[in-house]
């Protein structure tokens, strides 16, 4: 493919042609902020935090959205642009809560970021606010549209990538909101709770309810993982704070990108359930008793040994798991194989 | 899988036959709404009417279990209007006339009155099949849990070699399996047949190899028993002691009374988990082991694909993880097993288990292999049947339709058939305990088309017992023409509705697989006080 060779505030760039102004500025290394861009997305070029001055072209051209040509010079940091960015800003600050105090995306939030990067204060501008209830009837995610900005990734994450299209813009102006068809919530509507829209929030509209005053976003560590459900594969992080898993959140999988489903998104409750086994049990008189794991394991070794012993080794036998890691199950062959001499191993593969 | 997950996004026809792909495996269903996207034509092969068979051109709403005869009934049409790769054929496989001798007779007409499809929707999907660039058939328990599916899944295989829909990007034959690592399982020798890597026990050098590779003289040479044969011989009394590590076979095995019954028989039972499961309440010792999020290791997903999962957090309690107890009770039992971490068994793995030669945790801390992945500067396989099958040519085995084990008839008069929910997983050990998803889909319900309702007179969320000649549950009826009339399904999530007590063990005698998808019951509304008593 062709390339083609610009400069972006003084540094040159090469990239491929039919690239943007924002990808390249992305290989020079220059920071633009951006809220309604995403590189997986459709590109609606509407929120304008992206733009930048290129001489020779009318106004301030939006970098997501304006290819990148031969010789281009661009500038990124002009008072212009850094007055257009501060009005953008203060505009979506007007109509917005003041309370990142209790906000579960603060630390976590490009409103917030982009807020503390150009020295905008929230009290600039004043008129009316919107004061819709927060959206909490689903057991999955919180919806508080008055934190929303209207960058759309939510209903193009629905439609492109979960291919559902459960929600989009409703109203007109001031009173446009994202919504399911006919202003329903989302437990009402066809939505299957993936959390993908959570996924691509940049502020804290959307925000999972199962995290919500676990931690603040700072003190989260994320371990990345792969999904211990079906048999796709997916990759997510888990959220961690004081040894405690408190959330999955989207990490870029090799099978799944940022998408998951339900179950992966929300299905982790069960690792700090009270049910979770935490001691050997031993049966005794019909009963279970709680015993030390050296009592148990060799209560096991016994009876399995002596049942080798007294019937042969084909009396004894393995169910091993298909929700078990490649390891163990290895491991678990070999000991059939071994140590019981049997090659009564088998899995749940047929079920 | 022939072919990777991403690579059904570029397929320009999908076929995807006994597979509830949105809601059993959601992620692979958004490549399947991408393709479509792209221009796809999906036909889906299904008994309900799913959301996949909502999205599809062709839905072919199949009678439960004829699925042999659409498969030779595409194969005859296509044969028949000379469709067929004629180059494939002739360069890659073998037996084609045994095929052709055989498709003869599933006329579209004859096919169209065993399976209920029209004879001109066979006709079209099978050109549509036979004249794709890339073609990808999708498949899962719809197909194989059935006293037929190993025969199943060969005319699906016959159908792809017929058409040379395999060996490229795009095109062949992709299971889709259930669970996160039952590919690793099987790969890791998890099966009585077979050593890590389907290196077979039967074979003597084998034997000698492993024997070598573990020190010890020599590896036990007799076939082993499959799960269904397992739990058999423990109802005989054949089998002694079982050692079950993370299966919950009380509620998953067919006929589970059957297998409840068995396990009871058992002299010795130590079952392995992280909840205290059905099964585990039938144990003599129970181990407590640890979750996924607290322990490292790997897992194969169903294209192969081999991953990391990473230590989040510490093992609750005194659990410990899977590794480690199979260690302990190796050791103890004379064998002395001793590793430092998973890391250090993926060495020992990568030294007998040739697909996996150049897997190393170094490696997968930069990325996921796809196996085969023999040497540590092999970047992996991202589809199999490149030029060449594994055997050589590829060998057409032709298969004669069966009827299911158990038909309806005047006391069991439908058809009852199981599978999955979106919200939910398996026997629910899991997701009836995330704060989250058993509260969004509390109860289970048995869906019961209209006429069928009608007929019996049931309400929309009525309680009705539903009963096999093996077992009964009681469960609300959901009035619905997602089932066809004759057809009631329900999933396998719930112990309140343990649905395994209806299903049928008749086993393929092949795969050994049971014939979940088919069974004969019969329905009947509870007067309203049992109901009361039931919920």
């Known amino acids: 493919m062709a390339n083609i060779t610009l400069t972006i505030d003084g540094i040159q760039v090469t990239v491929p042609k039919g690239s943007t102004v924002l990808e390249a500025a992305k290989t020079a ?27 020779g072209m009318r106004n301030l051209p939006a970098s997501c959205v304006t290819e990148a040509q031969e010789g281009m010079v661009v500038n990124t940091q ?35 970021e982009y807020a503390y990067f150009y020295g905008v204060k929230a009290d600039t501008l004043k008129g009316a606010k919107h004061d819709y209830p927060v959206e909490d009837d689903n057991p999955f995610i919180v919806r508080d549209m008055n934190k929303c900005i209207l960058c759309g990734r939510c209903i193009r994450m629905c439609d492109e990538i979960q291919g559902k299209h459960i929600i989009d813009f409703a109203y007109r102006g001031f009173n446009s909101k994202v919504t399911p068809a006919m202003d329903t919530p989302y437990s009402e509507s066809d939505c299957a709770f993936c959390g993908n829209c959570v996924a691509v929030c940049p502020v804290g509209a959307l925000s999972e309810k199962g995290m919500l005053r676990k931690g603040r976003r700072w003190e989260i560590q994320k371990v990345k993982t792969t999904c211990p459900y079906c048999g796709a594969g997916c990759n997510f992080d888990l959220n961690v704070k004081d040894g405690k898993v408190i959330g999955v959140t989207s990490t870029d999988g090799d099978v799944n990108g940022r998408a998951l489903c339900v179950k992966g998104r929300f299905g982790y409750g069960f690792i700090h ?79 | 899988m022939t072919n990777g997950i991403k690579e059904i996004a570029d397929a320009d026809f999908i076929l995807a036959t006994g597979t509830n792909t949105t809601e059993g495996h959601p992620i692979i269903g958004l490549q399947v709404k991408k393709a479509l996207r792209n221009g796809a034509t999906l036909v889906v092969v299904d008994p309900r009417k799913t959301e996949m068979a909502e999205m599809a051109q062709y839905h072919l709403q199949i009678k439960s279990g004829t699925d042999i005869a659409l498969l030779n009934g595409f194969a005859h049409v296509i044969i028949a209007e000379d469709l067929w790769n004629k180059q494939f054929v002739q360069e890659r496989t073998e037996d084609f006339e045994a095929l052709k001798e055989i498709v003869a007779k599933y006329t579209p007409g004859y096919v169209a009155e065993i399976t209920g499809v029209p004879a001109e929707t066979i006709r079209e999907v099978a050109r549509g099949y036979a004249k794709a660039i890339n073609a990808s058939i999708l498949y899962t328990m719809g197909l194989t849990q059935h006293i037929c599916g190993t025969h199943n899944v060969f005319a699906v295989a016959n159908l792809t070699m017929l058409c040379g829909q395999i060996g490229k990007a795009s095109s062949g034959v992709n299971p889709l399996r259930g669970q996160n690592n039952v590919q690793g399982a099987c790969d890791m020798g998890a099966l009585p047949a077979f050593f ?107 294209e192969r694909r081999v991953q990391l999962i990473r230590k989040a957090v510490e093992p609750v309690g005194n659990a410990k993880p899977d590794w480690e107890i199979i260690c302990l009770l190796s050791t103890a039992m004379g064998y002395r097993m001793q590793y430092d971490s998973p890391k250090e068994i993926m060495i020992e793995i990568t030294q007998v288990t040739p697909s996996y030669g150049g897997i190393t945790y170094d490696r997968l801390e930069q990325g996921s292999l796809q196996w085969p992945c023999p040497t540590t500067d092999h970047p992996g ?80 969320g009525d309680f009705v017992k539903v009963s096999s000649r093996r077992g009964e549950v009681t469960v609300a009826a959901r009035i619905t023409e997602k089932v066809a009339p004759g057809l009631v399904f329900t999933s396998f999530h719930y112990p309140e509705v343990a649905i395994n007590k209806l299903t049928n063990a008749a086993l393929d005698p092949i795969s050994k697989i049971p014939e979940y998808k088919v069974c004969a019951v019969k329905v009947e509304k509870l007067p309203a006080t049992a109901a009361e008593k039931a919920s």
């Open chain 2, 381 to 460: 396989t991202p589809f199999l049947h490149t030029g060449k099958f594994g055997r050589g040519l590829g060998k057409f085995n032709p298969v004669e339709y069966v009827e299911p084990d158990e038909l309806p008839d005047e006391e069991y008069p439908l058809v009852l058939s199981t599978g999955r929910r979106l919200y939910h997983y398996h026997t629910g050990t899991m997701t009836q305990r995330t704060g989250a998803l058993e509260i969004a889909y509390a109860e289970e319900h048995l869906e019961v088309n209209p006429v069928d309702a009608a007929n019996l007179g049931i309400n929309d």
């Open chain 1, 273 to 351: 359930h009270p049910d979770r086994l935490t001691t050997p049990l031993i049966k005794k008189n019909g009963k279970f008793e709680e015993a030390s794991w050296e009592e148990a394991i060799n209560l096991v070794a016994e009876k399995l040994g002596g049942i080798k012993a007294k019937y042969g080794a084909d009396a004894n036998a393995i169910l091993s798991s298909a929700r078990c890691t490649n390891e163990e199950n290895y491991l678990m062959n070999k000991f059939s194989r071994v140590v019981l001499g049997t090659n009564n191993i088998d899995h749940c593969a047929r079920l």
């Open chain 1, 78 to 112: 002009t008072p212009a642009i850094l007055a257009a960015r501060k009005t953008i800003l203060e505009l979506l600050l007007a109509n917005h809560p003041e309370d990142c105090l209790t906000c579960p995306k603060n630390g976590e939030c490009k409103l917030q």
């Open chain 1, 29 to 55: 290394g220059v920071f633009i902020p951006t809220f309604c861009h995403d590189p997986e997305l459709s590109k609606p070029g509407a929120c304008r935090i992206c733009v930048v001055e290129i001489p």
């Open chain 2, 196 to 302: 890590p890597a389907y290196q077979p026990v039967a074979n003597e050098a084998n034997r000698a190899k492993f024997a070598a590779a573990w020190g010890v003289p020599e590896m036990p040479a007799g076939p082993g028993l499959t799960v269904p044969q397992i739990i058999n011989a423990a109802g005989e009394g054949k089998i002694k002691g079982l050692y079950i590590m993370g299966e919950n076979p009380a509620l998953s095995d067919a006929d589970a009374n059957h297998a409840v019954h068995s396990l009871e028989n058992l002299e010795f039972l130590v079952v392995q988990d992280i909840f205290l499961t059905e099964t585990a309440l039938l144990a003599d010792v129970v181990l407590p082991a640890a979750s996924f999020a607290e322990k490292d290791g790997t897992f194969s997903n169903t």
